[in-house]
């Protein structure tokens, strides 16, 4: 597929990791226009190219239809990327909240059909994967696409949802034809990252000092934690060679336990404290990494930032980047909400 000149749209593309997708797509010279509510994503992230005329910025809500007809109208790729979601904290604590992704990814589906969209994309998530295969960390799991099948047992409501709009795409394949693929993207981090996930809250606690230093869990929750720029390479080659509704896990298949982030955190950034653990608190599945063997063999896809050199980078970022009165608001909060104001 070439980008240049297609005409794409992003949802929640002023996200994180939304916004690094339109950064690249800008680049490949497509026709980007991004559709967000700015519930979570942040306008800033895609400024400048609003300002230079490459990104056309639609501000509206993706659960209205009348919106959402708007948005896909004439794109021949949506990347759908816009959902009510959260690090660990949010997604357990806001189940109705998650549960109106069932509507929004039914809008948006609904309105590329009728606008005869070429491609969807989807961002999926790890949270897809039964929980009951993720909660020994003593055993060295990795996550297949076909371990997702009945008994399905999805992760809270937020994994129900990407399930269920999975089965829609390959529904709507099957039924009408529309081209679609589903990425299950698996703990994001980098550049542009909340403090509502993992890594970015570590950074914000080193960031401010925190002594003792705060961990939810006990520390032994294994994850493959994945940086932004390898996500957004994986989405764009999904797009191109993937037409049939396929879930392909995006992740990497480094396995790395919480504790050992914190350490590297603290190492990195030259703070020394107590770690004081919380098992009471949210911490997810103990041991949740993916096989990433689908995607070599469909997409020619492989992760390049290991995880060490991704963390530095973002810890690089952030220090560069914030200022102390947001952090401290950001960790009061973050944890458990997806904006800054959310919950107050
Ligand atoms: N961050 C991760 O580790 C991760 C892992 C798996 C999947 N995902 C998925 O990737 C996507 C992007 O996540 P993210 O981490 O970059 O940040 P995010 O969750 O904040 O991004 C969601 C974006 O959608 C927008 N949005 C929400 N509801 C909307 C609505 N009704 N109408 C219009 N826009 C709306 C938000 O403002 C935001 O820009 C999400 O679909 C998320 O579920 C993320």
Redesign the pocket.
């Known amino acids: 597929m070439v980008w240049k000149d297609r005409r794409v749209l992003v949802?929640?593309?002023?996200?994180?990791?939304?916004s690094a997708l339109v950064d690249a797509l800008v680049e490949r010279g497509a026709k980007v226009r991004v559709?967000?509510?700015?519930?979570?994503?942040e306008l800033e992230n895609i400024e400048r190219h609003v300002r230079e005329g490459s990104v056309k910025f639609l501000e509206?809500?993706?659960?209205r239809q009348d919106f959402a007809k708007q948005a896909v109208r004439d794109c021949e790729v949506v990347f759908?990327?816009?959902?009510?979601?959260?690090g660990r904290g949010y997604i357990d604590l806001h189940q109705a909240a998650c549960a109106?992704n069932l509507t929004?990814d039914g809008v948006v589906f609904l309105a590329c059909r009728e606008a005869k969209v070429g491609k969807v994309v989807y961002?999926?998530?790890?949270?897809v994967y039964p929980n009951h295969l993720q909660t020994d960390p003593s055993k060295t799991v990795y996550l297949t696409e076909d371990q997702v099948g009945p008994p399905y047992d999805a992760d809270k409501m937020?994994g129900w949802a990407?399930l269920m709009a999975e089965m829609t795409l390959r529904a709507y394949y099957h039924d009408w034809g529309m081209k679609s693929v589903s990425c299950?993207?698996?703990?994001?981090?980098g550049e542009r990252?909340?403090e509502n996930?993992a890594v970015i809250a570590m950074i914000a606690r080193a960031y401010l000092k925190q002594d003792p230093f705060v961990v939810w869990g006990d520390g032994h929750q294994i994850r493959n934690w994945t940086h932004v720029s390898d996500i957004v390479s994986g989405m764009l080659l999904a797009a191109e060679k993937i037409d049939d509704a396929t879930a392909i896990n995006l992740g990497t298949t480094e396995r790395t336990r919480v504790i050992d982030a914190v350490d590297e955190v603290l190492r990195y950034t030259g703070h020394h404290a107590k770690i004081e653990l919380h098992p009471e608190m949210p911490t997810g599945p103990m041991n949740r990494v993916a096989d990433n063997s689908l995607a070599k063999r469909l997409l020619g896809w492989e992760p390049t930032i290991m995880f060490r050199e991704g963390l530095r980078r973002t810890i690089d970022w952030y220090f560069a980047t914030k200022k102390p009165p947001e952090v401290s608001l950001a960790v009061d909060s973050m944890l458990t909400e997806?904006s800054l104001t959310a919950g107050r």
């Open positions: 949802t929640g593309g002023a996200s994180f990791i939304g559709a967000d509510n700015l519930s979570s994503g509206g809500d993706l659960l759908h990327l816009a959902a009510d979601h959260g109106t929004l961002a999926s998530s790890g949270c937020y990407k299950r993207l698996f703990t994001v981090y990252g909340h996930h997806r």
